[in-house]
């Protein structure tokens, strides 16, 4: 793959993880404009698309063996543009969320597609560096335009929902540099062969791929509404911290090669250790270089966890469940991206939590369990083989 494929390519990547997040500096704004509507549906301007990205999620998979797959990425950035802008035309609350459930489905469309390619293209340490990329190119790209989004969003909410016009951008690349790729091989089965299935190990991965993402993503659906409300920082600023996560995020993701090799199995403990860090500074913070520090170290430990987990789908998913495996992944990803606000609210009333501030500490107590949790488990499974010699 050349180097302008393997930039369209990469891109696309801004359309996963970015496309939900890019509404956040507009839900302050958003509560203000709708005052009769729900705290939990504002929220909803952010996380609905995450659903709505399962149905097309797994079409994506027999759309792509019947399809050239850049026909099909070509089609879900046409309803991304749709999906993303449409909010900025509309008065009423509820086509505002139609609009985002039409963007989740054009993600749906394009994100397991993109991974697929890169997973079919690259192989063993190139497919974790590519795949580091990827988050990179996430964090960097957000970073941008969440900063501008935080700009924009003084001058009303609309306007925040139209730099999704960025995406034709994108169409340009893909249109113009992605090769066609023919549709996905079909694997045929002797005669008589069992079908092959995803090992037990697989299902932790993906769970535990979708639990992290969570935890960072209740920064984004969270961050307006905590600074204004503390008095730290405006509607504006919660978009420049947003950005300054992504951009760990996008630090992260080009250093998980380098932080592979030199830590190896302690590297998830210690990104877990980070992302707990990160929980207990926003828990404590009254300035803005606190909330700086916390939304850098959660978006770092993600920016180096996703990757892994993605490199750990792939190779324990193999050649033959591929495509398969990653939507599962994407899948669980996306659902937990969706009951982000759903799960905060649990925690609040099982645990009678009287602030935002006591939810995150929360979740820093749990973040420290599953990394003691974690070294515990890595050590018996290591004690496992000496024992049996």
Not at 133 to 146: K, N, P
Not at 195 to 215: C, D, E
Request: charged letters at 10%.
């Amino acid at each position: 793959m050349n180097l302008r494929s393997r930039i369209a390519l990469l891109s696309l990547s801004v359309t996963a993880t970015f496309g939900t997040m890019m509404a956040a500096p507009a839900l302050k704004l958003l509560a203000v404009a709708y005052p009769t509507v729900s705290p939990l549906l504002i929220q909803w301007v952010v996380t609905l698309s995450s659903l709505f990205i399962l149905p097309t999620l797994f079409l994506s998979g027999p759309l792509g063996k019947r399809f050239p797959r850049k026909n099909i990425l070509i089609t879900g950035l046409l309803l991304y543009l749709i999906g993303g802008i449409g909010p900025a035309f509309s008065d009423s609350f509820t086509v505002i969320l139609v609009f985002r459930a039409i963007l989740g489905l054009s993600i749906g469309l394009i994100s397991p597609t993109f991974n697929t390619l890169i997973a079919e293209s690259f192989q063993g340490e190139e497919r974790t560096r590519m795949n580091g990329f990827v988050t990179s190119t996430t964090g960097i790209g957000g970073a941008v335009f969440l900063s501008l989004g935080g700009l924009i969003a003084s001058f009303g909410w609309r306007y925040v929902f139209m730099t999704y016009i960025f995406a034709i951008v994108l169409l340009l690349l893909v249109v113009l540099f992605l090769p066609k790729f023919p549709p996905a091989p079909r694997v045929e089965r002797a005669a008589g062969a069992p079908a092959s299935k995803l090992p037990f190990f697989f299902y932790p991965v993906i769970v535990a791929a979708g639990l992290h993402t969570m935890l960072f993503f209740l920064i984004p659906t969270n961050l307006s509404v905590f600074l204004t409300d503390n008095g730290i920082g405006s509607v504006a600023s919660s978009g420049y911290f947003s950005a300054l996560a992504l951009i760990g995020v996008f630090v992260g993701g080009l250093a998980v090669p380098y932080l592979v090799r030199r830590f190896q199995s302690l590297l998830v403990p210690l990104l877990l250790a980070l992302m707990a860090a990160g929980f207990v500074f926003l828990s404590s913070t009254h300035s803005l270089l606190t909330t700086g520090i916390a939304v850098l170290l959660v978006g770092f430990a993600e920016g180096s966890l996703f990757p892994l987990s993605f490199s750990k789908t792939a190779s324990t998913a193999g050649a033959s469940s591929l495509a398969f495996g990653i939507s599962l992944l994407l899948a669980c990803v996306y659902t937990f991206q969706f009951i982000s606000p759903l799960f905060m609210q649990a925690v609040v009333a099982v645990f009678h939590l009287s602030s935002t501030r006591e939810f995150f500490m929360a979740m820093a107590v749990g973040l420290a369990v599953a990394t003691v949790a974690y070294t515990l488990v890595t050590q018996v499974r290591k004690a496992k083989p000496a024992t049996s010699r």
